[in-house]
Nanobody, 124 residues
Framework: VQLQAYGGGLVQPGGSLRLSCALS????????MGWFRQAPGKEREFVAV???????FYADSVKGRFTISREAATNTLYLRMNNLNPEDTGLYFC???????????????????WGQGTLVTVSS
């Protein structure tokens, strides 16, 4: 399994971005995939995830602003980010797991596959 994330960039507060994560090596079937982020000097934190059972979960800080989706035809996971603010700045990683249990989906160490990260900077 390999993951490649892209789509980051510089955006003004209130702006939008869409991140993409290409999954290779297998299809989405049976895979939990999600997004984490890491701000400078902080630990990696959960953003959003699509559970392998089909449910979607979001961090409280992004609910109502971020939307995770997938396109099965291209094995691509997306993160649509609206109304961005400076606190959303960080390196965004996509992650995947074949074995994570539901109670651990917000825990970075529960994921065995990671993309390289794409930088999102929200600044005026």
């Amino acid at each position: 399994v390999q993951l490649q994330a892209y789509g980051g960039g510089l955006v003004q507060p209130g702006g939008s971005l869409r991140l993409s994560c290409a999954l290779s090596g297998r299809t989405f079937s049976g895979v939990t995939m999600g997004w984490f982020r890491q701000a400078p000097g902080k630990e990696r934190e959960f953003v959003a995830v699509r559970w392998r059972g089909g449910n979607y979960f979001y961090a409280d800080s992004v609910k109502g602003r971020f939307t995770i989706s997938r396109e099965a035809a291209t094995n691509t996971l997306y993160l649509r980010m609206n109304n961005l603010n400076p606190e959303d700045t960080g390196l965004y990683f996509c992650a995947a797991s074949l074995r994570v249990i539901l109670s651990n989906i917000r825990t970075p160490s529960a994921y065995e596959y990671w993309g390289q990260g794409t930088l999102v900077t929200v600044s005026s």
